[in-house]
T-cell receptor
């Protein structure tokens, strides 16, 4: 199993550009989520999904969009990049919500200039 | 709102020392508590998961305990090695998300 994979590893965007961060898992997990990690702030939840076709907002959803058309994939879209979105983005998955171990991808380091 | 705090923020020890990392949380209504390791520039590696009904979990030289009534968890590392140098994060699962502490950065010198 590859586990949770993320692409790209690094990305530089200009303010106003849009892009999609890819996340995939091969463990047949129902629950997937996106976090951002910022110095001094820790990791914060952006969006999550409890299954294909079902998504919801986390703590810091503004400026981001998600969809879940398959169990395996959970892409994160930046609609119009801003310097405040410079961060490291992690995707995670688990069998379900409530008591299951969560597995994290290697992260995408995004810089917005 | 659930808040997770980790003390100390940084810790330096000589090789071979036993050490304890602390994690506290404000709301005892958690599903579980998970400890992670993060190496510089890397993702999170799960170390131990303690379900809310459990008191502790062990894996090799690592032992994690959970006391929901006092809102505390500890990660005990026995016989520390330079390869243990990393940032250790604890996270409490509450509702829809993992709530993370800001981590303890451990440095083990040889």
């Amino acid at each position: 199993n590859a586990g949770v994979t993320q692409t790209p590893k690094f990305q530089v965007l200009k303010t106003g550009q849009s892009m999609t961060l890819q996340c995939a898992q091969d463990m047949n997990h129902e629950y997937m989520s996106w976090y951002r990690q910022d110095p001094g702030m820790g990791l914060r939840l952006i969006h999550y999904s409890v299954g294909a076709g079902i998504t919801d907002q986390g703590e810091v959803p503004n400026g981001y969009n998600v969809s879940r058309s398959t169990t395996e994939d959970f892409p994160l879209r930046l609609l119009s990049a801003a310097p405040s979105q410079t961060s490291v983005y992690f995707c995670a998955s688990s069998y379900g919500r409530g008591g299951y171990e969560q597995y994290f991808g290697p992260g995408t380091r995004l810089t917005v200039t | 709102k659930q808040e997770v705090t980790q003390i100390p923020a940084a810790l330096s020890v000589p090789e071979g020392e036993n050490l304890v990392l602390n994690c506290s949380f404000t709301d005892s209504a958690i599903y579980n508590l998970q400890w992670f390791r993060q190496d510089p520039g890397k993702g999170l590696t799960s170390l131990l998961l303690i379900q809310s009904s459990q008191r502790e979990q062990t894996s090799g030289r690592l032992n994690a305990s959970l006391d929901k009534s006092s809102g505390r968890s500890t990660l005990y590392i026995a016989a520390s090695q330079p390869g243990d140098s990393a940032t250790y994060l604890c996270a409490a699962e509450a509702g829809t998300a993992l709530i993370f502490g800001k981590g303890t950065t451990l440095s083990v010198s040889s």
